[in-house]
């Protein structure tokens, strides 16, 4: 089992960045694939952008140009950079992590064993 945390979520006004942020145990974090999920009211949860051990990404149509992924491996930590939000971009934020080396698969739920509590983004116009 891995324990991870998100923070870095608030409020911002439409236009504004966040820069999220994801702590996880895992003892050997390098070699974890690691994404950011999001779920709002009324919708499915959806991949937001994923990032493996060799540092490849993917990320959702909606947010690519927009949002950035990385990772800190020497402090276990996991980041999303959040450019010109917009109210549709309000949610819950996860972060998830899974013990296989994903590529085309990094945005699929079904690939991540372990998932964080969230951290609540609210764009307002």
């Known amino acids: 089992h891995i324990s991870l945390e998100e923070s870095g979520g608030g409020s911002v006004q439409s236009g504004g960045s966040l820069r999220l942020s994801c702590y996880s145990s895992?003892?050997?974090?390098?070699?974890?694939?690691m994404a950011w999920f999001r779920r709002s009211p009324g919708k499915e949860r959806e991949g937001v952008a994923g990032i493996n051990s060799k540092y490849l990404t993917k990320y959702g149509d909606f947010a690519k140009g927009r949002f950035t992924i990385s990772r800190d491996n020497d402090r276990n930590r996991l980041y999303l950079e959040m450019n010109n939000l917009t109210p549709e971009d309000t949610a819950a934020y996860y972060c998830?992590?899974?013990?296989?080396?994903?590529?085309?698969?990094?945005?699929?739920?079904?690939?991540?064993?372990?998932w964080g509590q969230g951290t609540q983004v609210t764009v307002s116009s």
């Open positions: 998830a992590s899974a013990r296989l080396i994903l590529d085309s698969g990094l945005l699929e739920e079904e690939w991540y064993s372990d």
């Open positions: 895992a003892k050997r974090f390098g070699g974890e694939s």
